[in-house]
């Protein structure tokens, strides 16, 4: 298994957030994560970065443990992260938007390459690679906020509400780019508000409430679940 969560607990401050959650994510997979706000969605992809120590549970990625790691390093252990809202660098041009994400893979050397290999994915913001990241639209934005995780070269990414303020052209160019990372080999888990569409790309997923998993299965299980049609469908 790629990436294995066992009853990890993660919080802020005193308040305790996730109460024992285990997933697994395998090798060329997209597993969603379900769930309204305040479930803990975006806390499990925070405490699996490195973002937030976990307070107990265990997480191996590739087979090793990196619960606790400094973020760089989980990073450089093959992890990427398009998290919510981009967060790109909006007075850095595109391409040293790009060039930040390739440094850090490469222990503080961008490799050209790694940036060639995937700008061909995102005609969008290939001819902007002198404008500033900030003068772009949100959906550029957006491509950019991909393109970065993926020069890091990962074997998961980690994608937080990708589709989130886009248009609704915008948000299914987003999921086709999911589509394409997972041809590449390249794990997902994706939290997304947009549950019809997630399970359209998913292969399995998990449904959080209050930091506790109260369902997981394929796809077409959780399609079909009446808690998923009811609350998020």
Known sequence: ?????RQVEAGYGPAKVLHGIS?????????????GNGAGKSTTLMTI?????????????????????????IVRSGVAIV????????????????????????????????????????????DR?????????????????IARALVTQPRLVLMDEPSMGLSPVLGERVFEIIERIRAQGVSVLLVEQNAYATLGVASRGYVLQSGEIVLEGSADALRDSPLVRQAYL
């Open 129 to 145: 690679m002198q404008q500033l990241a900030g003068t772009m639209s949100g959906g550029q934005q957006q491509m950019l906020a």
């Open 49 to 73: 970065l490195g973002l937030l120590r976990p307070r107990a549970g265990t997480i191996e990625f590739r087979g090793s443990p990196i619960g606790g790691r400094a973020t760089v390093d």
């Open 83 to 126: 998290p919510e809202g981009r967060r790109i660098f909006g007075s850095l041009t595109v391409e040293e938007n790009l060039q930040i994400g390739a440094a850090i893979r490469g222990h503080g050397r961008a490799d050209p390459r790694a940036i060639d290999a995937v700008m061909g994915m995102f005609p969008e913001i290939q």
């Open 23 to 35: 997933l697994d994510v395998g090798e060329g997979e997209v597993v969603c994560l379900l769930g």
């Open 1 to 5: 298994m790629l990436l294995s969560l």
